[in-house]
């Protein structure tokens, strides 16, 4: 009988929406994630230094090393977006700037996710 | 400011110095530090897929010292959040809870940051020093 009823109306009756852990589950999923791709990310920076533009262009244009580059990248500003909303959710008080930070955060870690991906199609495809 | 002026957790000038606090604090603040840092990330892929001259331009801000400096910090923060990151995941599934584990792990992702960011410095130094 329970599919009659919304999620919303679920929480607001009978308790839990079910949806709680979802936040949870995917800052640790990114989490692990990230201490993996962290790794490789170092050991590539550390190779920028010696290398000019055209050999660190051809670098990260390597199948492999912009595949990495951007799982990294989703990664990255998925976490951190997950993380800056936790942070704002503890601190800030004020539904109004509640909602202004929010709107912000997730608008400008899609921006500039978004950007560092085409930024990586553009060099893996030569472009 | 809500309507209501209420008590707010955390009391911080209540409590006594202890490791715990520092590793959560640093774990929040080394987070935004790094979503910051994400900028930087940005600038250097941005720069890759424009051209030689901004490249440059996103190379020689690294190579400067406020570049040096803001590198150096983000090393430490990405250091520091990586360990104490794997320490919470290890918390994930209640190990290390004991309170002399709590403390001791506490230190151990805050000294072992240092080293990382030490060992890893130094490792830069003796490949391109002064360059």
Redesign the interface.
Known sequence: MSTFRTPLKRALVLGSAKHGVHHFLVQRLTAIALVLLGLWFVWFALRLPGLDYAAARALLAEPVNALLMLLFVVAVFWHAQLGLQVVVEDYVHTSGWQLVLQVAIRFLCVLGGAACVLAILRIALGR | ??ATARP?SPHVSVYRWQVQMVTSILH?LT??A??IG??L??AL??A??A??DP??TV?GFCRSWIGIVLLVGWSWA?SFH?LN??R??FQ?FVWGYEIHQFVRNGFITSIGSLVLTAL?WI??YL??GG?
């Open positions: 400011m809500p707010l929040r987070g935004i790094l979503a994400t900028l990330l940005l892929l941005l890759l897929a051209g030689p490249y440059a190379a990405l990586l990151g794997i919470h995941l994930d890893l490792g830069i490949q391109w360059a």
